[in-house]
Nanobody
Framework: QVQLVESGGGVVQAGGSLRLSCAAS????????MGWFRQAPGKEREFVAV????????YYADSVKGRFTISRDNAKNSVYLQMNSLKPEDTAIYSC????????????????WGQGTQVTVSS
């Protein structure tokens, strides 16, 4: 069982930055692909970014490409999402998730989820 806890959310003005963190307990994350997802009110949960177990490969949704950066530190059992040039449409609850697959971008491919952290971008 992997427990994931996100932090770093908050309220920021458009154009600002936030850095989300996801810390794991009970099991090392080093063998999992890690992803970030977000869910806005009234919308489906959507993929944001994924990073391979080694950190050597990353992939982003088109909506965040060039603005967000996913990274991980397996020694600290943590994953991060640096969000720059934030827009009001980035407002959502952001959740990290762990997948036993080598690579995963679909919700159903992830086995463990954090509770989420709220990100609000004001215009």
């Amino acid at each position: 069982q992997v427990q994931l806890v996100e932090s770093g959310g908050g309220v920021v003005q458009a154009g600002g930055s936030l850095r989300l963190s996801c810390a794991a307990s009970r099991r090392t994350l080093s063998s999992y692909a890690m992803g970030w997802f977000r869910q806005a009110p009234g919308k489906e949960r959507e993929f944001v970014a994924v990073i391979s177990w080694s950190g050597g490969s990353t992939y982003y949704a088109d909506s965040v490409k060039g603005r967000f950066t996913i990274s991980r530190d397996n020694a600290k059992n943590s994953v991060y999402l640096q969000m720059n040039s934030l827009k009001p449409e980035d407002t959502a609850i952001y959740s990290c998730a762990a997948s036993p697959k080598t690579w995963a971008m679909r919700v159903v491919e992830y086995a463990y989820w954090g509770q989420g952290t709220q990100v609000t971008v004001s215009s």
